[in-house]
């Protein structure tokens, strides 16, 4: 059984922060913005590199996403901590970017991510770890499981979840007693 660790709040932060300070990479400010939306979005590394801007429904405030695995739409919210982010990104173009505009010119971060960790003394957390923080923020609000597990497309009801991420959840146990 993988062992599966999920960043504090405080290691999400620094690790985003490390990889945008990175001198040697080329590409820091895209690696970070990737880790960045992976947490921010509950999202998976397959799904944050497909995405274009046209997936992003503004009045709705909602994505429209893929599920690589099965190919299945799904349409996650654009979370509060998620909107400034895009807004952020968004910003960047002189005007409104094309509907068919990746919204990231990477499709993985794992080599930033790994080193930002080691950099920190952080435990080696994967792209997986960083989509399982958003979860256990949700998980943590008392969001309703069978919701969590609908905006990250599952079809099982939170089943998946429940038998996968809650047991790494449970570091802070005492602040539920």
Request: hydrophobic share 40%; net charge positive.
């Given at each position: 059984k993988p062992r599966r660790i999920v960043p504090t709040d405080e290691q999400f932060?620094?690790?985003v922060e490390d990889i945008r300070a990175e001198k040697r990479n080329a590409e820091?400010?895209?690696?970070?913005?990737?880790?960045?939306?992976?947490g921010l979005a509950g999202?998976?590394?397959?799904?944050?590199?497909?995405?274009?801007?046209?997936?992003?429904?503004?009045?709705?405030?909602?994505l429209c996403v893929r599920r690589r695995k099965t190919r299945e739409l799904f349409f996650p919210p654009i979370y509060p901590d998620l909107l400034p982010?895009?807004?952020r990104l968004h910003s960047k173009?002189?005007?409104?970017?094309?509907g068919e505009t990746p919204i990231f010119h990477i499709r993985d971060a794992r080599k930033a991510l790994h080193n930002a960790c080691k950099r920190l003394g952080c435990p080696p957390?994967?792209?997986?770890?960083i989509r399982a923080y958003l979860i256990?923020?949700?998980?943590?609000?008392?969001?309703?499981?069978?919701l969590i597990a609908k905006w990250q497309g599952h079809n099982d009801g939170g089943k998946l979840i429940l038998n996968t991420y809650t047991e790494v959840f449970g570091g802070n146990d005492a602040a539920y007693v």
């Open positions: 932060r620094a690790i820091a400010e895209e690696s970070a913005n990737f880790v960045e939306f992976m999202l998976g590394q397959a799904e944050a590199g497909s995405l274009k801007w046209g997936d992003v429904n503004w009045e709705k405030g909602q982010f895009f807004q173009y002189p005007t409104a970017p094309a957390f994967s792209q997986r770890s256990r923020r949700l998980w943590q609000a008392k969001i309703d499981i069978k």
